[in-house]
C-alpha cells in the first residue's frame, strides 16, 4: 500500500522559504516519477514540478526559477524547496506518485494515482 505524507506547510511572510517534504511509505520509491501539485480556494488543482527516477525534473512556468523539486530515495522522501514566496502562491500543497505510463511532467495530473492529504501553505505579503 502507497501513503504519502505531506509536511513542512506553514505561514510566511512574502519574500519568504519553505521546504515542504513528502514521506512516501510505497515499495519501490526510486523507481517512480514524483510530483508537487497545490489547490487555492476556488481554483482548480496546479501541476508544480516532477522529478523521474533519473532526477530529471519538469516545472510549471509559474514556478520555475522559484520552486526546486529533489528527492532522496533512501529515506523515501520528495522536497519541494520554495523560495522568493509570493501571495499566490498560498494554497494547498500535494505530493503524488505517478501510477500510470506517461512522462513524468507535472502537466500530466492524469497519470498520478497516489496523492497525500496536503499541506497548507499561507504567504502574506
Known amino acids: 500500500q502507497v501513503q504519502l505524507v505531506e509536511s513542512g506547510g506553514g505561514s510566511v511572510q512574502a519574500g519568504g522559504s519553505l521546504r515542504l517534504s513528502c514521506e512516501d511509505s510505497g515499495y519501490a520509491f526510486s523507481s517512480y516519477c514524483l510530483g508537487w501539485f497545490r489547490q487555492a480556494p476556488g481554483k482548480e488543482r496546479e501541476g508544480l514540478a516532477a522529478i523521474d527516477h533519473d532526477g530529471t525534473t519538469k516545472y510549471a512556468e509559474s514556478v520555475e526559477g522559484r520552486f526546486t523539486i529533489s528527492r532522496e530515495n533512501v529515506k523515501h522522501t520528495l522536497y519541494l524547496q520554495m523560495n522568493s514566496l509570493k501571495s499566490e502562491d498560498t494554497a494547498t500543497y500535494y505530493c503524488?506518485?505517478?501510477?500510470?505510463?506517461?512522462?513524468?511532467?507535472?502537466?500530466?495530473?492524469?497519470?498520478?494515482?497516489?496523492w497525500g492529504q496536503g499541506t497548507q501553505v499561507t504567504v502574506s505579503s
Open positions: 503524488a506518485r505517478q501510477r500510470k505510463p506517461a512522462t513524468c511532467s507535472p502537466d500530466f495530473q492524469w497519470s498520478f494515482g497516489y
